[in-house]
Every structure is written in C-alpha cells, then in structure tokens.
C-alpha cells in the first residue's frame, strides 16, 4: 500500500554538537575522527507545516549515537519535544523525523537508525544565539557553545563550513565552535563530549 506523504516545508536552526574535532570529519571524509558518532542536537523550527499543522516555534532535541560512521547504520536515536507542543505537532514533526514523510535529511538518516526512543515530551531551554548557542533538558542533557579562539591574539576565530547550495545534507553554511558543556544521560545513551565539535547552521527543509 503506497501511503500519500503530506507535504512540509521547515525553516529554522540547527545546533549541532557530537565527538569529532572542530569542523567534524564527517563533513570532509565522511567518516568521524574518533571511531564513533556521538552526537547531541537541538533544533528550533522558526517557521514551518507538514500539512495543515503549524510547526512554527517548535523544540526538539535528538540524542544520537552510532557505533561506527552515520553511513554504516546501526545508530540509536532518543527524540524529546518541548512539552508546550500540540498532539498535531508532535505527531507532525516525529513523522518527518523519522524520515516517513520524505525528503533530505531525514529520509536518509532514518535507514541509519536501528532504535528510536520516544519522542517524549520535556522542557526543553534552548538559547539561539550563533557560537554562543545552547540547549538543555533538566536531568537528562546539557550543551554550551563556544566560539574557537585565534591561539595568538585570543580573538573569536569565525570558520565556516559552507557547501554549494542543496549540497550539504543537513544544512549548507555552518559557523564552527566547540562545546564548554556536551553531556547526556538518558535511557541506553550515556557520554561527555565537552570540548568537541559544535557547529550553528540555519535550515530549510522539505518533502517538495
């Protein structure tokens, strides 16, 4: 049975932090500096729908970890929305997220998934605001952004990773920084990460 996929268009931030170095080799090689993928994400929906559900103003937050690079699959994923969302909405943004309703990413980076844990529904705090970004859910996760510094005259050092436009798979122009604080607790996923990759980028995604 072919189901209709109900079409979205989602406009928003996205703030990226896993294990890799500054800049993340999965953007370069493909492959993680470390081994593994361990990554922690916070997205703010700006503006957005799948259908005839407002998406605009939506938090979410994806604890994810794959045991080898993204692209190898076997990943497990927990997925927490901010508690002030609707039914419609929770029900609208899982099915994108879970790549159900098509289009880039999410259509591809669910096949990587052996496990999704949620979503489940918390307080997410969430501070949008470039390499100075943040978010953070009580008992469970924790992420500070911080600029990279010019080791010689300890000025903000702002690099950007920029793809042709469609050419990144998530987002095209990220703004590098690391994390201060990068940790979660929750269920089979436990790590630290502090001190490692942290990137903010602007999205636009859709099933169109």
Same mark, same amino acid.
């Given at each position: 049975m072919t189901q209709t996929q109900t !079409?979205?268009?989602?406009?928003?931030?996205?703030? /990226?932090?896993?294990?890799?170095?500054?800049?993340?080799?999965?953007?370069?090689?493909?492959?993680?500096?470390?081994g593994s993928c361990e990554a922690l994400v916070g997205i703010q929906i700006d503006e957005g729908n799948i259908g005839d559900t407002d998406l605009s103003g939506?938090?979410?937050?994806?604890?994810?970890?794959?045991?080898? !690079?993204?692209?190898?699959?076997?990943?497990?994923?927990?997925?927490?929305?901010?508690e002030s969302a609707s039914e419609a909405q929770v029900g609208g943004i899982a099915t994108i997220l879970t790549g159900q309703a098509g289009g880039m990413p999410w /259509?591809?980076?669910?096949?990587?998934?052996?496990s999704v844990d949620g979503p489940h529904m918390k307080s997410i705090k969430m501070d949008v605001n470039?390499?100075?970004?943040?978010?953070?859910?009580?008992?469970?996760?924790?992420?500070?952004?911080?600029?990279?510094?010019n080791p010689v005259s300890g000025d903000e050092n702002e690099v950007h990773i920029t793809f042709?436009?469609?050419?990144?798979?998530?987002?095209?122009d990220g703004d590098c920084a690391k994390t201060s604080v990068m940790k979660v607790d929750t269920g089979t996923?436990?790590?630290?990460?502090?001190?490692?990759?942290?990137?903010?980028?602007?999205? /636009?995604?859709?099933?169109?």
């Open positions: !079409a979205y268009k989602l406009k928003g931030v996205f703030l /990226e932090s896993c294990n890799c170095d500054s800049g993340c080799n999965c953007n370069f090689g493909g492959f993680p500096d470390h939506m938090k979410v937050v994806l604890v994810t970890k794959w045991p080898k !690079a993204i692209h190898e699959g076997d990943g497990a994923a927990a997925v927490y929305i901010d /259509e591809l980076l669910a096949t990587t998934l052996s470039g390499r100075n970004s943040g978010f953070s859910i009580d008992g469970i996760c924790e992420v500070k952004f911080t600029p990279l510094l042709p436009p469609g050419g990144g798979l998530i987002w095209d996923i436990k790590f630290d990460h502090s001190g490692q990759n942290a990137i903010f980028a602007p999205v /636009e995604w859709t099933n169109q």
